[in-house]
């Protein structure tokens, strides 16, 4: 059993494990919103701003995760104002933040010293370098987007189900879409140096739609997909580290293959429910 731990006697295998474990709450937490409002792909958005961000932080020499975080805020903002306002080109704007995201990123990284090599960490991920640093904007950004969207949840929740109905009912429909965009950005800076950009709408989602195959209540939801994105994020470093894999993709497959034997689960119970019947 204490070899099967020998992991932990790596100093930066046990940042891995705590990075893991605040993107895992952090993710779904927010995703599950996305997931209410058929706004999944917002996060693959967002990343690709966020890459911009990376790369302008990187050729003007500051913190790229600070720089990344506040160039997908604003992202996220913008995009929100056009959905807001139901015009036509927000679908548009969407496409906008994938290829203009990306492109930017790369060309601005390009003109940074050991830019390619920065910017692999960022497209998939790569926990084991985390920081102690990174390890404390991770525990501050993933703790005010769990606690804010417990606190505000059945609001965001209201204002998913039925906007017209909220707004009648006196929310702050706008405010509170405005803050479900901006801890959506939060969320995929902070997930972005562990599972990398290209998957990271993956952790948001994937939890969350196996979680939707065994809970009863929105409320159960939340909190079963906040366990499956912890428990998914954990297993997935554990796994990097034995099978030598790249711990974002481990981590998003292992989120994958819970949400399959949990699909495939449901559906042999309905199997022989029907047969027994």
């Known amino acids: 059993m204490i070899a099967a731990l020998e992991f932990l006697d790596y100093d930066f295998m046990r940042r891995a494990m705590i990075a893991a474990l605040l993107v895992g709450f952090a993710a779904p937490a927010v995703g599950i919103f996305l997931v209410q409002r058929r706004l999944a792909l917002i996060g693959d958005g967002l990343g690709h701003v966020a890459v911009t961000g990376v790369g302008l932080g990187l050729v003007l020499d500051r913190a790229p995760l600070a720089v990344a975080l506040i160039t997908a805020v604003v992202g996220a903002v913008v995009l929100e104002l056009m959905r807001a306002r139901r015009t036509e ?3 548009i704007a969407l496409a906008m933040l994938f290829y203009g995201g990306i492109a930017g990123g790369v060309v601005l990284v390009s003109r940074a010293p050991a830019g390619g090599r920065s910017l692999n960490q960022y497209l998939f991920g790569s926990i084991t370098t ?9 525990a501050v950004l993933a703790g005010v987007v769990v606690v804010v969207t417990a606190v505000v949840g059945p609001a965001l929740f ?3 189900d039925d906007e017209e109905f909220a ?3 006196g929310l702050p429909v706008l405010a509170l879409n405005l803050t479900l ?8 800076v902070i997930a972005m140096r562990v599972v990398g950009v290209l998957l990271v709408s993956a952790l948001m989602v994937v939890p969350v739609a196996t979680a939707q195959l065994l809970a009863r209540s929105f409320r159960s939801t939340y909190l079963l997909g906040i366990a499956l994105g912890a428990g998914s994020a954990l297993a997935g470093v554990v796994a990097s580290y034995y099978g030598d894999t790249p711990s974002g993709a481990t981590i998003v497959l292992v ?7 949990t699909l495939l689960g449901g559906g042999a119970r309905g199997l022989v ?3 027994g019947r």
């Open 89 to 91: 080109i927000a679908d």
């Open 130 to 138: 985390t920081t102690n640093m990174d390890l404390i904007a991770f």
């Open 158 to 160: 209201a204002v998913g």
């Open 167 to 169: 707004a009648v009912n």
């Open 181 to 188: 965009a901006v801890f959506a950005a939060f969320t995929v």
């Open 255 to 261: 989120a994958v293959g819970l949400f399959a034997i």
């Open 273 to 275: 429910g029907r047969i």
